[in-house]
């Protein structure tokens, strides 16, 4: 089956300043797949050029098989766009705003919308300019539900939601996805919340992508390693071990690889390893050992 | 779609067009009483030798109005588009994007020219009942310009306000300006009749350059 | 439509406003004014007396440059300064054997002036028509107003309808005489304050000049015959003490003629050929000559003519000394554009001033830009070369001002 989003060799420069060199992923029907990275990486950048408002350097992407430099219409119907920061017309009131967008969708469902609304303490008539953000979170995200797109595309939907808002909206858009068999292409900053939604994570880092994998594989293989001693050693480029922090009682460090590969790597080093213990990560956690605290 | 895209149109500037409307409305009545009280002192033989004699014109504090009309009323109709770039949204949708800004822009030209129109109907057959059609012929002919700026300024302003790179925005600014100034060189009231073909171009020219900022907003151009 | 499209349109644009102002910011920045001295003829000394203006400084001189006092400038020109002498009781009874007095040089004296604004320019179709014989010294103004474009109508101010039977009366007498709508031109003084009311000179569709006036109430309607003598370009009245004249008629072939009081007798002028596009006239006429400036564009001449026979007495011509402006813009632009024109007050774009000599700096521009393509690994492009090389540093200022500054990419994102 061909992928829903595709992306070959994309690379860009702000000016002289590298985004990334040939950016190559895809991501497959149903999936819900999560770009995570800090501030200022490119995670809009993406999503900019994805909906082909943003000339990449060079590269190419597909959305739903289509070129995303001539996006048709019909491609544009079924894909639901969230802006950064929840952004709506802001002078319509829910009424009006749902007025506005059933007129362009065919298989505009106003249910999902109206479900959500009810759930809100906003009057009909209350302007979207007057509401909090979680609120135009809500009327943003009832409003891609009912245009029921085929993919969703969500640039940074957890910024300004406080913990209450994030966890429904993850919540709705979870239950939403696994009934409709629907993709969603996510980024985030904030990583708490996300190992249950997203199925697939891509860690993006300055000027390059850290990784793609699916979530599950993470939390199950990825492991912060410590040594009960301050053992100082290099690090390869393709070592199995990563992000090697000392402390004045112990070393921390992490790697992909199960415990045998890594006491190898170790050993090979001629380090002790008898000290040697793993633990088991959340997705955040697993954010900080690959991309570091700074 | 047409009938969406004005909804929205309507629903953020119906307050605006209501203002802009008074305003143009208003100036009728205010045109009449000053002009018939200049009758009353001054007599309707004599005030009608003086305003042929000297070449006056009873309308001419017109001349800025539909000029600040349109370029208020082409940045409200922008600025919220521009505010977090929520004009993306108004691209996203699936609908033909030059059609949708085409759509957003004859919108707004269109309800500029009703008001226009109608105002300035009312307003020369109002005068008609005091003066002859020689002297309004003369006045309109002299507003013409100054209702065709007002028309050019929303096109330019809509320009201005779209355009994403700030120095390109100072530039476009400059230009406008420029192009503006035209409409207001004439001295006598019929200086300008010739020059109604230039300012119909430039109109017509002003309506195509929103879309080369739409255009770069499009790519993402930035500094 | 497509964004390049676009950007083509504008830098056209751009140029094209750039031609208009960046030669108005030059000339701003060059400005001076060059006027050419006050001249008048003196029937004392037979020759023309000048006032000079140098600074601040003004000098009153002859031709062979002797200076003279204020006092003695009077006395050379007494046809000009002849109420400074009267009341210094100066003015000598007599000149060129003439007894002369302030009331006789009064009769024979007027000034007339002509600018090439008087044509280029619009003025209401409404004009008064008083009452030649009212038999008042102050002449009234009338509760009607006339408008004769299409057909003669007027219309009454205080009920701001047309006043039918007047209107027929008049317009009946103008059909009656051969008047032909619509009318081309009508000339005449719509002042109160004139010594004297000879109502209005109609060009009718026929280029037939008609002399039209309300007498006693009724219409006066006269073809003056002129338009069969001359090809009329324009005509315009004046009023004079001794009534010696209507008019000053231009013809077609630059030349011009008064219109006699002697059955409207057109009067040529013995001047050179006259352009009503781009000179300007003025007559200061007095018992012993007439004082004819005309003021082209290079040049001024100013004749004395005699004021019985009309001959030529002698003639000043004077060259004007070009302005830094008009010196610097054949080598900087190729053309220029503007608005407004002093020989006309009608405003649209102009094209003014094509120099070839501009080409050379246009071609160093050219060079230069396609150095600077070369250099920032650009590719040539030969329209934008063509243009450089047409408007020169319009052209080049409108290629900067939206010069696309983005890496060139084979990705072009289309607008549906």
Partial sequence: MAAIIECNNITHYYGNRLIYKDLNFSVERGKILGLLGKNGTGKTTIINILNGYLKPYSGECRLLGEDMRSLSIETKSKVGLLLEGHVQHSYFNIVQIEKFYSRFFKDWKSEPYWDLMDKLKVTRKQKISTMSCGQRSQVALGLILAQDPELLILDDFSMGLDPGYRRLFVDYLKEYVTATNKTVFLTSHIIQDMEHLIDETMILDYGKLLLHKPTHEILDNFKRYKLSDDVRFKLDSDDVIQNVEHFKTHTEFYSFDPMDKVKQALQSRSIDTQTLVYESLTLEDAFIGLTGKY | MTRAIFYKEWIKLRWLLLAISLVFAGSIPYFILNLTNKFRFAGKPHFWSVIVGKDLNLISELTYIPLLAGLIFGLSQIVPEMQKKSLKLTLHLPHPEKLTILKMLLFGSGTLVSIFGITGLVLYFTLSIYLPLQIIGAWFTAALPWYLAGLAAYFLAVWVCIEPVWKQKAINTLLAIALIMLFFKGASTYSLQYATPLYIGIILLSMCFPFYSVFRFKEGVQQ | ?416
């Fill in chain 3, 1 to 416: 439509m497509t964004k390049n499209n676009i950007r083509t349109l504008l830098i056209l644009v751009a140029t094209a406003l750039l031609a208009w102002v960046l030669p108005w910011l030059v000339k701003l920045s060059t400005n001076e004014a060059s006027r050419y001295p006050f001249t008048y003829y003196s029937s004392v000394k037979n020759e023309f007396i000048q006032v000079v203006k140098e600074d601040t400084e003004t000098r009153l001189m002859d031709q062979s440059g002797h200076e003279y006092t204020r006092a003695e400038y009077d006395s050379l020109l007494p046809m000009l300064s002849y109420r400074q002498l009267l009341k210094d009781g100066r003015l000598p009874d007599s000149l060129n054997r003439k007894a002369i007095s302030g009331k006789s040089i009064q009769l024979e004296q007027f000034y007339f002036k002509y600018s090439p604004r008087d044509k280029h320019h619009k003025q209401m179709d409404l004009n008064p028509m008083f009452e030649s014989m009212s038999g008042r010294v102050q002449i009234e103004s009338p509760d009607d107003l006339f408008s004769i474009k299409n057909k003669m109508v007027f219309i009454d101010a205080e009920t701001n309808s047309v006043l039918a039977d007047k209107s027929n009366k008049f317009h009946q007498a103008m059909v009656k005489r051969g008047y032909k709508f619509p009318t081309k031109m009508v000339a005449g003084n719509p002042s109160t304050k004139k010594l004297y009311d000879e109502g209005w000179f109609a060009l009718d569709a026929n280029n037939q000049l008609y002399h039209i006036k309300m007498v006693n109430g009724n219409p006066f309607v006269k073809n003056t015959k002129a338009g069969e003598k001359l090809d009329i370009d324009f005509v315009k009245t004046i009023e004079t003490q001794n009534r010696r004249m209507y008019a000053f008629v231009f013809d077609k072939s630059g030349r011009l003629y008064y219109l006699s009081d002697v059955s409207y007798e057109p009067v040529q002028l013995p001047i050179d050929a006259y352009n009503t596009n781009t000179d300007g006239l003025s007559i200061m006429a007095n018992p012993f000559y007439w004082n004819v400036v005309v003021t082209t564009p290079a040049q001024r001449i100013t004749y004395a003519l005699d004021n019985h026979t009309l001959e030529e007495v002698d003639r000043l011509t004077e060259t004007r000394e070009s302005t830094t402006w008009e010196k610097i813009h054949p080598y900087v632009f190729p053309f220029y554009i503007e608005m407004k024109s002093m020989y006309s007050k009608f405003v649209y774009p102009r094209l003014l001033g094509w120099s070839v000599k501009a080409l050379a700096l246009n071609a160093v521009l050219a060079v230069l830009l396609a150095l600077l393509s070369y250099r920032r690994k650009q590719s040539i492009k030969p329209l934008q070369i063509m243009l450089v090389l047409c408007t020169g540093l319009y052209g080049l200022i409108a290629l900067w001002l939206f010069n696309e500054k983005q890496q060139e990419t084979r990705n072009v994102i289309q607008l549906k």
